[in-house]
Protein backbone atom coordinates (compact mmCIF):
# COMPACT_ATOMS: atom_id res chain seq x y z
CA UNK A 1 0.00 0.00 0.00
CA UNK A 2 1.54 3.04 -1.32
CA UNK A 3 1.89 6.05 1.87
CA UNK A 4 -1.52 8.16 0.64
CA UNK A 5 -3.38 5.40 -0.58
CA UNK A 6 -6.95 5.77 1.69
CA UNK A 7 -7.30 2.47 4.07
CA UNK A 8 -9.56 -0.34 2.19
CA UNK A 9 -13.38 -0.80 3.12
CA UNK A 10 -13.15 -3.34 5.60
CA UNK A 11 -17.40 -3.38 6.23
CA UNK A 12 -20.12 -1.81 3.48
CA UNK A 13 -24.06 -1.94 4.43
CA UNK A 14 -25.75 -0.34 1.70
CA UNK A 15 -29.55 0.50 2.24
CA UNK A 16 -30.61 -2.08 4.95
CA UNK A 17 -33.97 -2.57 5.86
CA UNK A 18 -35.45 -4.98 8.36
CA UNK A 19 -39.14 -5.93 9.92
CA UNK A 20 -40.32 -8.38 11.96
CA UNK A 21 -43.78 -8.75 10.71
CA UNK A 22 -45.03 -5.96 10.29
CA UNK A 23 -42.97 -4.19 12.27
CA UNK A 24 -40.19 -1.63 10.41
CA UNK A 25 -37.11 -2.10 13.05
CA UNK A 26 -34.02 -1.04 10.29
CA UNK A 27 -35.04 1.32 7.60
CA UNK A 28 -32.58 1.95 5.63
CA UNK A 29 -29.77 1.92 6.88
CA UNK A 30 -26.01 2.70 5.43
CA UNK A 31 -22.81 2.06 6.64
CA UNK A 32 -19.10 2.11 5.42
CA UNK A 33 -16.55 1.12 7.72
CA UNK A 34 -12.56 1.14 6.46
CA UNK A 35 -9.59 -0.57 7.95
CA UNK A 36 -8.89 0.31 11.28
CA UNK A 37 -12.35 2.43 12.03
CA UNK A 38 -13.75 2.61 15.03
CA UNK A 39 -17.30 3.13 15.01
CA UNK A 40 -19.79 3.60 18.45
CA UNK A 41 -23.45 3.33 17.47
CA UNK A 42 -25.34 4.99 20.06
CA UNK A 43 -29.25 4.95 20.39
CA UNK A 44 -32.36 4.49 22.93
CA UNK A 45 -33.43 1.46 23.83
CA UNK A 46 -35.36 -0.06 21.02
CA UNK A 47 -33.48 2.00 18.36
CA UNK A 48 -32.51 -1.05 16.59
CA UNK A 49 -29.09 -1.26 17.59
CA UNK A 50 -29.08 -4.96 18.18
CA UNK A 51 -30.76 -5.69 15.23
CA UNK A 52 -28.50 -3.76 12.28
CA UNK A 53 -25.34 -5.38 14.08
CA UNK A 54 -26.96 -8.48 14.10
CA UNK A 55 -27.90 -8.34 10.34
CA UNK A 56 -24.38 -7.77 8.93
CA UNK A 57 -23.55 -11.91 10.02
CA UNK A 58 -26.98 -12.71 9.23
CA UNK A 59 -28.05 -13.57 12.86
CA UNK A 60 -31.10 -11.55 12.01
CA UNK A 61 -32.09 -11.83 7.99
CA UNK A 62 -32.52 -8.27 6.35
CA UNK A 63 -35.44 -7.85 4.10
CA UNK A 64 -33.77 -5.64 1.97
CA UNK A 65 -29.65 -4.40 1.41
CA UNK A 66 -26.67 -5.47 0.53
CA UNK A 67 -23.83 -6.76 2.98
CA UNK A 68 -19.51 -6.13 1.75
CA UNK A 69 -17.13 -7.73 4.16
CA UNK A 70 -13.81 -6.27 2.56
CA UNK A 71 -14.61 -6.62 -1.50
CA UNK A 72 -16.38 -9.44 -0.86
CA UNK A 73 -20.52 -8.83 -1.06
CA UNK A 74 -22.29 -11.41 1.00
CA UNK A 75 -25.12 -13.22 -1.91
CA UNK A 76 -28.51 -12.49 -0.99
CA UNK A 77 -31.44 -14.24 -1.63
CA UNK A 78 -35.14 -14.02 -1.02
CA UNK A 79 -36.73 -16.74 0.82
CA UNK A 80 -40.35 -17.39 1.27
CA UNK A 81 -41.00 -15.01 3.95
CA UNK A 82 -39.72 -12.38 1.65
CA UNK A 83 -36.20 -12.14 4.06
CA UNK A 84 -33.20 -11.97 2.18
CA UNK A 85 -31.01 -14.99 2.93
CA UNK A 86 -27.49 -16.31 1.92
CA UNK A 87 -27.11 -18.03 -1.59
CA UNK A 88 -24.66 -20.07 -0.11
CA UNK A 89 -24.26 -21.38 3.06
CA UNK A 90 -20.13 -22.10 2.83
CA UNK A 91 -20.03 -18.04 2.09
CA UNK A 92 -21.69 -17.60 5.01
CA UNK A 93 -19.66 -19.91 7.24
CA UNK A 94 -16.76 -18.11 5.70
CA UNK A 95 -17.70 -14.83 6.23
CA UNK A 96 -19.04 -15.50 9.60
CA UNK A 97 -15.80 -17.07 10.52
CA UNK A 98 -13.93 -13.54 9.66
CA UNK A 99 -16.36 -11.55 11.79
CA UNK A 100 -15.87 -11.85 15.59
CA UNK A 101 -18.90 -10.65 17.63
CA UNK A 102 -18.94 -10.14 21.25
CA UNK A 103 -22.58 -9.96 23.04
CA UNK A 104 -23.91 -8.70 26.21
CA UNK A 105 -24.25 -11.92 28.10
CA UNK A 106 -20.92 -13.36 27.26
CA UNK A 107 -22.33 -16.39 25.58
CA UNK A 108 -19.32 -18.27 26.67
CA UNK A 109 -19.52 -22.09 26.73
CA UNK A 110 -20.25 -23.33 29.94
CA UNK A 111 -18.94 -26.67 30.22
CA UNK A 112 -15.65 -26.19 28.72
CA UNK A 113 -12.30 -24.47 30.03
CA UNK A 114 -11.31 -20.71 29.06
CA UNK A 115 -8.83 -23.12 26.78
CA UNK A 116 -11.39 -25.01 25.54
CA UNK A 117 -13.89 -22.00 24.56
CA UNK A 118 -10.74 -19.81 22.61
CA UNK A 119 -9.50 -22.95 21.09
CA UNK A 120 -12.83 -24.68 19.30
CA UNK A 121 -13.24 -22.60 16.36
CA UNK A 122 -9.29 -22.16 15.53
CA UNK A 123 -9.43 -26.10 15.36
CA UNK A 124 -12.27 -26.96 14.02
CA UNK A 125 -13.11 -23.96 11.14
CA UNK A 126 -9.44 -23.11 10.71
CA UNK A 127 -8.56 -26.36 11.16
CA UNK A 128 -5.15 -25.12 13.24
CA UNK A 129 -3.23 -28.11 15.25
CA UNK A 130 -4.22 -28.50 18.25
CA UNK A 131 -0.41 -26.98 19.39
CA UNK A 132 -0.76 -23.99 17.31
CA UNK A 133 -4.09 -22.90 18.87
CA UNK A 134 -2.96 -23.58 22.33
CA UNK A 135 -0.06 -21.76 21.53
CA UNK A 136 -1.81 -18.83 19.94
CA UNK A 137 -4.80 -18.59 22.71
CA UNK A 138 -1.76 -18.36 25.70
CA UNK A 139 -0.73 -15.27 23.99
CA UNK A 140 -4.42 -13.73 23.37
CA UNK A 141 -4.89 -14.49 27.04
CA UNK A 142 -1.83 -12.65 28.22
CA UNK A 143 -3.19 -10.15 26.19
CA UNK A 144 -6.55 -9.60 27.78
CA UNK A 145 -4.49 -10.80 31.10
CA UNK A 146 -5.74 -13.73 32.06
CA UNK A 147 -2.99 -16.49 31.08
CA UNK A 148 -3.77 -17.51 35.08
CA UNK A 149 -7.37 -18.58 34.20
CA UNK A 150 -6.36 -21.11 31.46
CA UNK A 151 -8.00 -23.65 33.02
CA UNK A 152 -11.27 -22.42 34.76
CA UNK A 153 -14.14 -22.44 34.00
CA UNK A 154 -16.36 -19.79 32.97
CA UNK A 155 -18.88 -20.22 36.02
CA UNK A 156 -15.78 -19.43 38.33
CA UNK A 157 -15.06 -16.40 36.38
CA UNK A 158 -16.51 -12.82 37.25
CA UNK A 159 -18.44 -11.06 34.50
CA UNK A 160 -16.01 -9.07 33.54
CA UNK A 161 -13.28 -11.73 33.19
CA UNK A 162 -15.98 -14.00 31.66
CA UNK A 163 -16.13 -11.00 29.17
CA UNK A 164 -12.23 -10.61 28.64
CA UNK A 165 -12.33 -14.42 27.26
CA UNK A 166 -15.27 -13.44 24.96
CA UNK A 167 -12.69 -10.94 23.04
CA UNK A 168 -10.33 -13.69 23.49
CA UNK A 169 -12.18 -16.43 22.13
CA UNK A 170 -13.11 -13.56 19.16
CA UNK A 171 -9.69 -12.63 18.87
CA UNK A 172 -8.27 -16.33 18.32
CA UNK A 173 -9.97 -16.12 14.83
CA UNK A 174 -7.92 -13.65 13.61
CA UNK A 175 -11.24 -11.86 12.37
CA UNK A 176 -11.31 -9.08 10.17
CA UNK A 177 -14.38 -7.19 11.91
CA UNK A 178 -15.40 -6.89 15.79
CA UNK A 179 -19.01 -6.50 16.45
CA UNK A 180 -19.69 -5.94 20.25
CA UNK A 181 -23.11 -4.99 21.54
CA UNK A 182 -23.64 -3.91 24.75
CA UNK A 183 -20.16 -5.76 25.93
CA UNK A 184 -20.46 -4.04 29.47
CA UNK A 185 -23.99 -3.86 30.12
CA UNK A 186 -24.55 -6.91 31.80
CA UNK A 187 -21.41 -6.20 34.14
CA UNK A 188 -21.46 -4.91 37.72
CA UNK A 189 -20.00 -1.24 37.65
CA UNK A 190 -16.41 -2.00 38.81
CA UNK A 191 -15.73 -4.51 36.43
CA UNK A 192 -16.55 -2.40 33.68
CA UNK A 193 -13.30 -0.58 33.08
CA UNK A 194 -11.41 -4.16 32.92
CA UNK A 195 -13.30 -4.80 29.64
CA UNK A 196 -13.23 -1.02 28.24
CA UNK A 197 -9.35 -1.38 28.95
CA UNK A 198 -8.89 -4.46 26.42
CA UNK A 199 -11.21 -2.82 24.15
CA UNK A 200 -9.11 0.14 23.83
CA UNK A 201 -6.17 -1.39 23.54
CA UNK A 202 -7.70 -3.32 20.66
CA UNK A 203 -8.49 0.05 19.36
CA UNK A 204 -5.25 1.39 19.48
CA UNK A 205 -3.98 -1.56 17.72
CA UNK A 206 -5.98 -0.78 14.79
CA UNK A 207 -8.91 -2.99 15.24
CA UNK A 208 -11.69 -2.54 13.12
CA UNK A 209 -14.74 -2.61 15.28
CA UNK A 210 -18.31 -1.24 15.37
CA UNK A 211 -19.38 -0.88 18.99
CA UNK A 212 -22.95 -0.98 20.48
CA UNK A 213 -22.55 1.23 24.10
CA UNK A 214 -23.92 3.19 26.35
CA UNK A 215 -20.65 4.03 27.67
CA UNK A 216 -20.47 7.79 26.14
CA UNK A 217 -16.65 8.76 27.47
CA UNK A 218 -15.35 5.68 26.34
CA UNK A 219 -17.37 6.06 22.49
CA UNK A 220 -16.19 9.89 22.73
CA UNK A 221 -12.47 8.72 23.50
CA UNK A 222 -11.99 5.26 21.06
CA UNK A 223 -14.50 6.08 18.03
CA UNK A 224 -13.06 7.09 14.25
CA UNK A 225 -17.15 7.65 13.68
CA UNK A 226 -19.93 7.54 16.11
CA UNK A 227 -23.48 6.61 14.33
CA UNK A 228 -26.21 7.97 16.07
CA UNK A 229 -29.75 5.47 15.73
CA UNK A 230 -33.13 6.79 15.94
CA UNK A 231 -36.12 4.63 15.01
CA UNK A 232 -34.38 2.55 12.48
CA UNK A 233 -32.23 5.42 10.82
CA UNK A 234 -29.62 7.27 10.68
CA UNK A 235 -30.33 10.07 12.78
CA UNK A 236 -26.53 11.57 12.86
CA UNK A 237 -23.20 10.44 11.49
CA UNK A 238 -19.58 12.14 12.13
CA UNK A 239 -16.74 12.38 14.23
CA UNK A 240 -16.94 11.74 17.84
CA UNK A 241 -16.22 15.84 18.25
CA UNK A 242 -19.08 16.57 16.18
CA UNK A 243 -21.54 14.12 17.98
CA UNK A 244 -20.61 15.04 21.27
CA UNK A 245 -19.95 18.15 21.49
CA UNK A 246 -21.99 19.98 18.55
CA UNK A 247 -24.75 17.99 17.41
CA UNK A 248 -26.89 19.16 14.23
CA UNK A 249 -30.05 16.88 15.80
CA UNK A 250 -31.73 17.93 19.16
CA UNK A 251 -32.58 14.41 19.83
CA UNK A 252 -28.73 13.60 19.66
CA UNK A 253 -27.89 16.86 21.56
CA UNK A 254 -31.02 15.48 24.27
CA UNK A 255 -29.65 12.26 24.49
CA UNK A 256 -26.04 13.32 25.01
CA UNK A 257 -26.90 15.48 27.89
CA UNK A 258 -28.87 13.08 29.36
CA UNK A 259 -25.72 10.81 29.45
CA UNK A 260 -23.04 12.30 30.90
P1 LIG B 1 -31.80 -1.79 20.51
O1 LIG B 1 -30.71 -2.79 20.42
O2 LIG B 1 -31.43 -0.46 19.93
O3 LIG B 1 -32.35 -1.65 21.89
P2 LIG B 1 -33.29 -3.74 18.99
O4 LIG B 1 -32.56 -3.87 17.71
O5 LIG B 1 -33.10 -4.80 19.99
O6 LIG B 1 -33.01 -2.30 19.60
O7 LIG B 1 -34.84 -3.66 18.69
C1 LIG B 1 -35.40 -2.75 17.77
C2 LIG B 1 -36.90 -2.98 17.72
O8 LIG B 1 -37.16 -4.27 17.18
C3 LIG B 1 -37.60 -2.93 19.06
O9 LIG B 1 -38.85 -2.31 18.88
C4 LIG B 1 -37.76 -4.37 19.42
O10 LIG B 1 -38.88 -4.55 20.24
C5 LIG B 1 -37.97 -5.01 18.07
N1 LIG B 1 -37.48 -6.41 18.01
C6 LIG B 1 -36.22 -6.82 18.25
N2 LIG B 1 -36.12 -8.15 18.08
C7 LIG B 1 -37.35 -8.59 17.74
C8 LIG B 1 -37.90 -9.87 17.42
N3 LIG B 1 -37.14 -10.98 17.42
N4 LIG B 1 -39.22 -9.93 17.12
C9 LIG B 1 -39.99 -8.81 17.08
N5 LIG B 1 -39.54 -7.58 17.36
C10 LIG B 1 -38.24 -7.46 17.69
MG1 LIG C 1 -29.75 -3.91 21.86
Known sequence: MSQD???ATALRMIDIHKSYGSLNVIKGVSLEAKD?????????????????????????????GEIYLGDEKLELVPSKSGELQA?????????????????QNFNLWP????LENITEAPIQVLK???DEAVGQAKLILEQVGLVDKIDAYPSHLSGG???????????AMDPQLLLFDEPTSALDPELVNEVLAVMRDLASQGRTMLIVTHEMRFARDVSSQV?????????????????????SSARVKAFMSSHQ
Open 111 to 114: HRTV
Open 227 to 247: VFLHEGHIEEQGTPEKLFENP
Open 161 to 171: QQQRIAIARAL
Open 128 to 130: QSK
Open 5 to 7: SQP
Open 36 to 64: GDVISILGSSGSGKSTLLRCINLLENPSK
Open 87 to 103: KSRKQLENMRSRIGFVF
